[in-house]
């Protein structure tokens, strides 16, 4: 059971679960995700798409393995726009999932974030870093939910037996991201492959390190097989400021588009880059796609989605 299935991630995680020869039931209420993600998917028998938010309870006939809770809204630009559905889908929304998993006697895995470390003081961040969070800020509501998640998952581990595993997932990209996403990566794609100025918020110096969705899915395999409850980073190491990515983007895409300038939202964090080890000593994962070939890849989907021709 995969919640947020018709995501850009939880899509791909689909994918790579029948792959794996697991019938999947995806449950998504379609506020940012979208059936063409599972378009290919659905003349798959072993895959069902259950339309339901995950903020209200569900009752799932017959066995259940696995519970994997992806469903959330990701991106900054939805934050201002639908605060309560966040903080309900990570809050209520894992307690109804990890109820299920519970009711099943299934393993769960939490999707968290880098978000839980806030604007961190700590750089690279470990897991062991509590972080830095404005809990009243515009991030406020996605960032206070997953920490509520990772604690309702620890609280059903600990008082219920609950078999969890959480990721903090880092900034990923790739194929089947919204071409209006709002995150930089859909942005700075259409600004360059549209002609349109490509915005750089604040003077670009902040960093993020940018995870292929493939190696994404892998290291969410690879902590849900792990061994123990304790959260992993799974994210890359190849750290850029904001105003690098602009230029590799324009470059990779053959673009002409100019670099401009835009304010910097309330609280967005200076620097952002996982502390892996515990990803690569307990579980052996690694990121395997080079930036350049991430960003090539990505480049032929918005071409695509875009319907550019060139
Ligand atoms: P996304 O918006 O593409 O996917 C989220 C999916 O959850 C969508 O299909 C949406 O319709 C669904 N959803 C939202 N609220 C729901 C609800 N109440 N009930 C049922 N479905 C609901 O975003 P994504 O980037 O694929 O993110 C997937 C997960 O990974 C999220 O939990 C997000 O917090 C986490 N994450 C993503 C990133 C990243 O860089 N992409 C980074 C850190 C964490
Ligand atoms: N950003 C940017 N221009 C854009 C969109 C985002 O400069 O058009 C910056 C944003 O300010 C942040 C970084 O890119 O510093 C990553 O933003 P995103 O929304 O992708 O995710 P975040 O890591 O902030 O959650």
């Known amino acids: 059971m995969v919640?947020?299935?018709?995501?850009?991630?939880?899509?791909?995680?689909?994918?790579?679960?029948?792959?794996?020869?697991?019938?999947?039931?995806?449950?998504?209420?379609?506020?940012?995700?979208?059936?063409?993600?599972?378009?290919?998917?659905?003349?798959?028998?072993?895959?069902?798409?259950?339309?339901?938010?995950?903020?209200?309870p569900i009752q799932i006939e017959g066995e259940v393995d696995y519970v994997l809770h992806f469903a959330s809204p990701a991106s900054?630009?939805?934050?201002?726009?639908?605060?309560?559905?966040?903080?309900?889908?990570?809050?209520?929304?894992?307690?109804?999932?990890?109820?299920?998993?519970?009711?099943?006697?299934?393993?769960?895995?939490?999707a968290s974030t880098s978000e839980v470390y806030g604007d961190p003081?700590?750089?690279?961040?470990?897991?062991?870093?509590w972080g830095n969070v404005n809990p009243i800020g515009p991030r406020g509501c996605y960032d206070e939910a997953k920490r509520c998640a990772e604690a309702f998952t620890m609280a059903y581990n600990r008082a219920h037996?609950?078999?969890?595993r959480i990721m903090r997932i880092f900034n990923t990209y790739g194929p089947l991201m919204r071409t209006d996403d709002g995150r930089v990566i859909p942005n700075y794609f259409r600004q360059a492959l549209t002609g349109a100025p490509i915005t750089v918020y604040g003077d670009g110096t902040q960093t993020?390190?940018?995870?292929?969705?493939?190696?994404?899915?892998?290291?969410?395999?690879?902590?849900?097989?792990?061994?123990?409850?304790?959260?992993?980073?799974?994210?890359?190491?190849?750290?850029?400021?904001?105003?690098?990515?602009?230029?590799?983007?324009?470059?990779?895409?053959?673009?002409s588009s100019e670099i401009v300038f835009r304010p910097l939202p309330e609280d967005d964090p200076k620097q952002r880059r996982p502390d892996t080890t515990r990803a690569r000593e307990v579980l052996g994962w690694e990121p395997t796609v080079s930036m350049?070939?991430?960003?090539a890849r990505t480049l032929e989907y918005f071409k695509t989605a875009l319907s550019v021709t060139r």
């Open 3 to 56: 919640s947020g299935g018709a995501g850009f991630i939880g899509s791909h995680l689909c994918t790579r679960l029948l792959e794996r020869g697991h019938e999947v039931v995806a449950i998504d209420n379609l506020v940012t995700g979208s059936v063409a993600n599972v378009r290919h998917l659905r003349s798959d028998p072993a895959f069902t798409l259950i339309e339901h938010d995950v903020s209200q």
């Open 208 to 255: 993020r390190s940018l995870c292929y969705v493939d190696d994404l899915v892998t290291g969410a395999l690879a902590v849900l097989d792990g061994p123990d409850p304790r959260p992993v980073n799974i994210g890359a190491q190849d750290e850029v400021t904001m105003l690098e990515l602009a230029q590799i983007i324009k470059r990779v895409a053959g673009s």
């Open 161 to 164: 037996g609950v078999d969890t």
């Open 76 to 110: 900054p630009i939805d934050f201002p726009s639908m605060p309560i559905q966040i903080v309900k889908v990570g809050t209520l929304g894992t307690y109804h999932m990890l109820g299920l998993a519970l009711a099943k006697g299934a393993r769960f895995l939490l």
């Open 292 to 295: 350049e070939d991430g960003l």
């Open 121 to 129: 003081l700590v750089h690279p961040q470990p897991e062991s870093y």
